[in-house]
């Protein structure tokens, strides 16, 4: 029964990913280039270790992205702030982790505390206005990443923004000392016998984006709050007439999304940034959300959405060098999220329309044996 | 009814199939028959290939192989009609003259690919690469010194330390020089005695405009207002690619009584000389606005080109032009080199003829910047 329905899914996202393709294929019939050159450049160029390195490291922000989404999307809240949330929490970490000089894993671990405090307390306010006044999250939310932008621009610029050297013109934050960086994982690597390029840096965060997928799992389907939480999610009348409050639960999920949202982007800025500039990735927030909806909430399958994402991401840039416009990279990724929550959502119905007709077969079977 | 569904996520299944290969099929057929070199570039004019086989002709013969010519663009790429576009003016005029051949790259929105498409091109077999931005500082610091064979030519950038034998050089401009003198010419022009500056990111860079800009009319008119606006904070970067919001706060300061606004926002720009034409259509009293970066005259609609007092002009084309020419003439040198008003670096443009009137004045100013009589600040 389980690996029955497993395998539909697992057929109907693998379909699904082929029909992209087949999408994208024809896009780039049409403006006159070959799809199997492209894919094939994009696949050879993936595949070098450098490739890889950036995919894991892509990866990682969109996977904590995706969970943080996954967290409000389990009780049917709609968080589209992560992108304010982590941009704010990023920013703050960053002063203090600057500011401070502290023994290694304190230092570190007062970084990521602070990001996880900042991003809760920021998504804190879509959810006390929700939990008090009825706003609707995603009105809230999206507001307030406006907000979180114009705030983080203002605190860098005049108070947070370290002088820098000479000519330059880069806007940041002191650097963040020695004790307070996340050792880069090619020593490990290179144990393993493979050859790791100059200027590649597998970022240690990866570990720690494990764990929150981990702890991400326990809390949701092995603690009294997921199921109060899924309970919600699944039917939000039933689950206050059990005795679950609405407003306590709104107020806990926002904060602890925004605490997952919080931590996005400390993989680069404790891997390779070391300091809160104008360079550090936007739109990971949004992305999240499609990750989240292809990886349909789970664990697992969100790593794989996150890692389809980085790919695409990563081995596009290989195209303009054979004359292939890389924005292709955005048809395809586009293309996936539709025909994968539509592969879902068929699969969704073929898996119940089987229950269904497995529990009649049941109930027939029971009422012959039953009088018997 | 179940049956239905099945079948539907079958078909749809062979469907791609079905597609994919054929698309396997097509791809080769129309390769074999044809010579392969000819058949891509055919369709774009801007291919490098094509470029490439053009130079061939005259280039190849006196000079063998081609120079191999990297260029990295900022948020914006090619076509923003604007700073990548006088980048790219320099790389097409250095295409004709020269037998190189080009690849051309542009980073993701948010930039945070510069480092990665600079190393990813740095190991294509590159003779000479351009970081065309500031932003490319920690992509630059962090790549030339791994590819001690490929030159790097850096736009607005800064790197410490550079010397004659560094792999880098650092091509910097005086943009507050050029601001003064389009500062200057605001003033000299302005009936109400309010003029307006639209930056398009609050960063260091643009501050310089603003700086020389205010300068250079607080040089003609001690008194006169000055509207300062920015589209965007960074690390929001819309602020160059926003023409709404140009014309937005142009519209306002306009209205609020300027009658010349200077841009400095890229794309945004479009924005402001349409408010121009807008405003003085409206209420009958003609404004002006001030391009940047190329000669904006030029390049505008034949309707708005009226509009349109003067540029600052920044030679970013110059700079790039000279430093392939440097390269292929094998005397590439790092370091630092500042464009300014004393190579012409920086300017201001006179077509459509409206500072016709004024040139004496703005002559004369721009001897005393580069004789050093006025010293023109490059923040506020």
């Known amino acids: 029964m389980n690996l029955r329905s497993a395998l539909i899914r697992l057929g109907a996202s693998l379909g699904a990913i082929l029909l992209a393709l087949a999408l994208s294929s024809i896009v780039l019939l049409i403006i006159d280039r070959s799809p199997l050159e492209a894919f094939a450049a994009m696949g050879s160029y993936a595949s070098r270790v450098d490739s890889m390195i950036s995919i894991i490291n892509r990866a990682v922000p969109l996977y904590v992205s995706a969970v943080a989404v996954a967290v409000g999307f389990q009780m049917k809240l709609f968080n589209i702030g992560v992108e304010g949330q982590y941009r704010i929490a990023a920013l703050v970490a960053a002063w203090v982790g600057g500011a401070v000089a502290l023994p290694g894993i304190l230092h570190v671990s007062l970084i990521i505390l602070v990001a996880a405090l900042v991003g809760a307390a920021w998504s804190s306010i879509a959810g006390i206005l929700k939990a008090f006044r009825g706003v609707h999250e995603v009105i809230s939310t999206i507001m307030l990443n406006f907000i979180g932008t114009g705030l983080g621009a203002w605190l860098l610029a005049n108070h947070f923004r370290e002088e820098t050297e000479g000519g330059s013109l880069i806007i940041a934050t002191a650097r963040i000392p020695e004790s307070g960086r996340l050792p880069s994982l090619n020593p490990v690597l290179e144990g393993l016998g493979v050859e790791v390029p100059s200027g590649s840096d597998l970022h240690s965060f990866v570990l720690f984006a494990i764990l929150l997928g981990v702890g991400y799992y326990v809390l949701i389907w092995r603690t009294r709050l997921g199921y109060d939480l899924r309970a919600f999610g699944a039917n939000p009348g039933a689950a206050e007439a059990s005795g679950v409050n609405l407003k306590r639960m709104t107020l806990i999920t926002m904060a602890i999304s925004g605490a997952f949202a919080g931590l996005v982007v400390m993989g680069p800025v404790l891997g390779s940034f070391h300091r809160y500039t104008t360079d550090i990735p936007i739109e990971l927030g949004f992305t999240g959300i499609a990750v989240a909806l292809v990886g349909r909430n789970r664990p697992v399958q969100m790593a794989l959405a996150a890692l389809l994402f980085a790919f695409l991401n990563r081995s596009a840039q290989i195209l303009d060098f054979r004359g292939i416009p890389k924005e292709i990279e955005t048809i395809i990724g586009g293309v996936i999220i539709l025909t994968v929550v539509i592969a879902n959502e068929l699969a969704r119905r073929v898996i119940q329309a089987q229950e269904v007709r497995d529990a009649a077969a049941k109930t027939a079977r029971d009422d012959e044996e039953g009088p018997a | ?380």
């Open chain 2, 1 to 380: 009814m179940r049956v239905p569904r099945w079948i539907s996520l079958l078909a749809a299944l062979s469907a791609a199939s079905l597609i994919l290969a054929a698309c396997g099929g097509a791809e080769e057929a129309p390769d074999e028959p044809d010579d392969t070199g000819t058949e891509a570039p055919d369709d774009d004019a801007d291919d490098t290939d094509d470029d490439a086989d053009d130079t061939d002709d005259d280039a190849a013969a006196d000079d063998g192989d081609p120079v191999r010519v990297g260029l990295v663009y900022d948020i914006g790429g090619r076509g923003d009609q604007s700073f990548n576009d006088a980048a790219a003016a320099g790389l097409d005029r250095a295409e004709e003259d020269f037998n190189i051949e080009a690849t051309e790259l542009e980073p993701a929105e948010g930039g945070e690919n510069r480092g990665e498409l600079l190393r990813l091109i740095s190991g294509e077999g590159v003779d000479l690469v351009f970081g065309v931005g500031f932003a490319f500082e920690e992509a630059m610091e962090s790549t030339a010194p791994d590819f001690p064979g490929v030159n790097y030519g850096f736009i607005d950038g800064f790197l410490p330390d550079l010397g004659p034998d560094s792999n880098v050089v650092a091509l910097g401009f005086a943009e507050h020089e050029g601001s003064f003198l389009v500062g200057a010419a605001a003033a000299l022009k302005s009936e109400t005695g309010r003029v307006g500056f639209i930056g398009g990111v609050e960063i260091p860079l643009i501050e310089r405009f603003e700086a020389g800009f205010v300068a250079g009319a607080r040089e003609i008119n001690p008194d006169i207002e000055i509207d300062i606006n920015y589209i965007s904070q960074p690390p929001d970067f819309s602020g160059f690619t926003d023409p709404a919001s140009g014309r937005e706060i142009a519209l306002g300061m306009y209205g609020n009584g300027a009658d010349v606004v200077y841009h400095a926002a890229g794309g945004s720009g479009l924005g402001l000389f349409e408010a121009a034409k807008e405003h003085s259509e409206s209420s009958g009293s003609k404004v002006w606005a001030i391009g940047v970066d190329s000669d904006q005259y030029l390049t505008a609609d034949e309707e708005l080109q009226e509009f349109i007092l003067t540029s600052m002009l920044k030679r970013v084309d110059v700079a790039v032009y000279e430093t392939i020419a440097a390269q292929v003439e094998g005397d590439f040198e790092g370091g630092y080199r500042t464009f300014d008003l004393s190579t012409d670096g920086v300017g201001y443009s006179t077509s459509g003829g409206f500072v016709d009137d004024i040139v004496d004045q703005l002559e004369e100013l721009k001897a005393a910047v580069i004789a050093g009589e006025i010293e023109v600040p490059d923040s506020n």
